[in-house]
């Protein structure tokens, strides 16, 4: 069983930047695709980044150039810099990993808030 767990969500002022952490226990890390989504209130949930296990990275149009996904396979970690942060980006934002045939993946961590004030 694979336990994700985000921190390094909080507070900032639009223009500002948040980096986000997701330490991976368990499983074999290093063969995982990952990714990270977001859910504001009232909406769905949404993509935003997802990194493969060679280190392919993708990203919703509305982060391309703000946003930056990463990985360390040595720390079991996947980090998600935010930069230019605007107030649509305030939204709970999730890390997962394992990434199934059919596009939807194994294991969710528990999410981590972040706020972006105007």
């Known amino acids: 069983q694979v336990q994700l767990v985000e921190s390094g969500g909080g507070l900032v002022q639009a223009g500002g930047s948040l980096r986000l952490s997701c330490a991976a226990s368990?499983?074999?890390?290093?063969?995982?695709?990952l990714g990270w989504f977001r859910q504001a209130p009232g909406k769905e949930r949404e993509f935003v980044a997802a990194?493969?296990?060679?280190?392919?990275?993708n990203y919703a149009d509305s982060v391309t150039d703000r946003f930056t996904i990463s990985r360390d396979n040595a720390k079991n970690t996947v980090y998600l810099q935010m930069n230019s942060l605007k107030p649509e980006d305030t939204a709970v934002y999730y890390c997962?990993?394992?990434?199934?045939?059919?596009?939807?993946?194994?294991?969710w961590g528990q999410g981590t808030q972040a706020t972006v004030s105007s």
């Open positions: 990194i493969s296990s060679r280190g392919w990275r």
């Open positions: 997962a990993a394992d990434r199934l045939v059919d596009g939807r993946y194994a294991y």
């Open positions: 368990g499983g074999t890390f290093s063969t995982y695709a």
